[in-house]
């Protein structure tokens, strides 16, 4: 396999407000910049943006140097894979459409280098969430969606937003506490699927806790972290995934 693999989550730009988003933001296409010669293929496991919402002809404004750092890093070659979370649920085919990348709104089972991954957000998925898996149904709705288009963006956005941080089944800010292994409903979920059939990596976001946890002699569940706190990423070389923390960003 040429060049590296690289996998980055939850970085929520645009909370909690514009100001502390944009260093944030800066960083994050530092560390593009950074793998840029190095990369063959970018996964962004959901969440990039806090709120986001597509009508049909309006997305919300902001966000101009990661959504260029990402074309300019497609139009190098480097394919872009998107995988959609619970704060951007709503997003249709922007990014299919302007930068090229590969939208996904179920998680995936893909075999990169030599190794089989299983690969999505992480919303959703175990035995809870069961709150924000019945809201989910409704958010992902079609018909749903399309009377929230005729809300004005200027109410609609500004009202999503309101919800991206007030709704605890959005933002589950429960999620942040690690209780071990056991009590890991994603760990749970994964050994669930073990049972079934192998995979060597399960990467999922969401929790915004770095965890690299042995499922057993063979496959290993990995949690990306955060780009709020942890400033962590995955980088697979085709044969190990490995879970880092970049240093620039406690500079």
Same mark, same amino acid.
């Given at each position: 396999m040429k060049g590296k693999i690289y996998f980055a989550s939850d970085h929520h730009l645009g909370a909690p407000d514009r100001e502390t988003s944009l260093v944030r933001e800066r960083l994050f296409v530092k560390w593009l910049d950074e793998i840029?010669?190095?990369a063959t293929a970018l996964y962004i496991l959901g969440d990039l943006f806090d709120v986001w919402y597509e009508y049909k002809e309006v997305v919300p404004k902001g966000y101009v140097r990661v959504l260029g750092k990402l074309a300019?890093?497609?139009?190098a070659g480097i394919s872009i894979h998107y995988f959609v979370g619970n704060h951007d649920?709503?997003?249709i085919d922007y990014l299919e459409k302007e930068i090229g990348a590969n939208v996904?709104? $179920?998680?995936?089972?893909?075999?990169?280098?030599?190794k089989r991954f299983f690969i999505g957000h992480g919303d959703g998925l175990g035995p809870k969430d069961k709150g924000y898996k019945r809201m989910k149904k409704v958010f992902r709705n079609p018909f749903f969606q399309w009377l929230y288009r005729w809300l004005h963006p200027d109410l609609g956005i500004p009202f999503a937003r309101y919800l991206s941080l007030k709704n605890k089944l959005i933002s589950g800010s429960k999620d942040l506490i690690y209780d071990g292994p056991d009590r890991e409903w994603l760990v749970q979920y994964a050994k669930r699927k073990l049972k079934s059939e192998h995979f060597d990596y399960f990467v999922f976001g969401?929790? $915004?806790l770095p965890l690299e946890i042995s499922l057993n002699d063979k496959s290993t569940y990995i949690n990306l972290g955060d780009w709020i706190t942890h400033y962590t990423y995955g980088v697979f070389d085709g044969n190990t995934l490995l879970l880092?923390?970049?240093k620039s960003a406690d500079d």
């Open positions: 840029k010669p190095k300019e890093l497609a139009d649920m709503w997003m996904y709104f $179920h998680p995936k089972v893909m075999e990169l280098g030599t969401h929790r $915004h880092k923390h970049w």
